[in-house]
């Protein structure tokens, strides 16, 4: 961030890139504040194959300049539906496996068969997962943690498991 900028050189549009019909990994980023980790997750996702994300009603927003300098360009990869509600989200994950990510959540991430069409949600770091994205979910899973580490931050969790989704769609795609 510079303390004195130039001034404005352009104004352009923001790139929409177009939701695909049948999408078979989506990621649902839930109140996540910090835009470090919302740059992160998007620059995760776009690096995982993620075919798009939803950012519900209070996220941080995804076009701030931090955000955009953590996602290292994930903004131009991915379709992005920012600023929408529940309803939204639950009519663009209609037919996906909806994936809660919690630090006590009931399946290991890393057993669970990604290869499936899913929506993993992402909580935000501070409250964890909004009663919507919780109601919508219909599995809750975990990163199984070591010497007594209480959870990742929301960037860490997010990656870890979509390069796992990522991982397993691979490995079906070489057989």
Known sequence: ETVTPQGVVAVIPVPALPWPPRPTLVL??????DPGNLGTLLRAAAGAGVDGVLLPKGNVDVWSAKVLRAGMGAHFRLPLRAYCGWGAVARQVE?????????????????????????????????????????LAAETIAIPLANDV?????AMAGS??????QRQRRAQHET
């Open 160 to 165: 870890i498991i979509l390069f796992e989704a």
């Open 28 to 33: 649902v980023c839930d109140a996540v504040r």
């Open 150 to 154: 209480e959870s990742l931050n929301a």
């Open 95 to 135: 037919g996906l496996i909806v994936r809660l990510a919690e630090a006590a959540g009931d399946l290991a991430y890393d057993r669970v068969d990604w290869t499936e069409p899913s929506a993993l949600v992402v909580g935000g770091e501070a409250a964890g997962a909004s009663r919507e994205a919780a109601q």
